[in-house]
C-alpha cells in the first residue's frame, strides 16, 4: 500500500514546516490530489490518522481537492482531459495519450495554531 509512504511523506513536510514556522499543532491539512496519481483517498485517510498520532498534526483534519487529469493525444495531437490514467481520448477514441496533468499529490495548505 502506497498510501502509506505518501502519508509518511506528508508527515515530514508537516513537521519541517512546524519547526520553520514555529507552530506547535496543525489542525488542518489540504491535500490536492490528482485524478490520475492512483490515490486512494480512503486508504490515504487511514494511513494519514496513523502517521499523524502523537505529531503536531495529530488529530488534524484532512482535505482532498481533486485535481482533474490531462493529457496529450499521440495520435490526433491534442490536449484532452482524462479521468483515470489508460482512458481513451474523447477527441479521436485512440488509447495512445500520454498523461500530462493530474499524476501529482501535493500539500496545498496547512491550518495551525
Ligand atoms: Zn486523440
Do not use: W
Not at 496519481?37 to 498520532?53: G, H, I, P, Q, T
Not at 482533474?68 to 482512458?87: E, M, S, T
Amino acid at each position: 500500500m502506497h498510501e502509506m509512504s505518501l502519508a509518511e511523506g506528508i508527515r515530514s513536510i508537516v513537521e519541517s514546516a512546524a519547526r520553520d514556522g514555529g507552530f506547535s499543532r496543525v489542525t488542518r491539512v489540504v491535500l490536492e490530489i490528482g485524478a490520475l496519481s492512483a490515490v486512494e483517498k480512503d486508504a490515504l485517510r487511514f494511513c494519514f490518522d496513523a502517521v499523524m498520532r502523537g505529531t503536531v498534526a495529530g488529530g488534524a483534519v484532512v482535505e482532498m481537492i481533486d485535481l482533474p487529469g490531462a493529457g496529450l493525444c499521440v495520435q490526433c495531437g491534442r490536449n484532452v482531459p482524462i479521468a483515470a490514467r489508460y482512458d481513451a481520448c474523447p477527441a479521436c477514441g485512440s488509447y495512445r495519450v500520454q498523461p500530462t496533468a493530474g499524476m501529482e499529490m501535493r500539500v496545498r495548505e496547512l491550518e495551525v495554531e
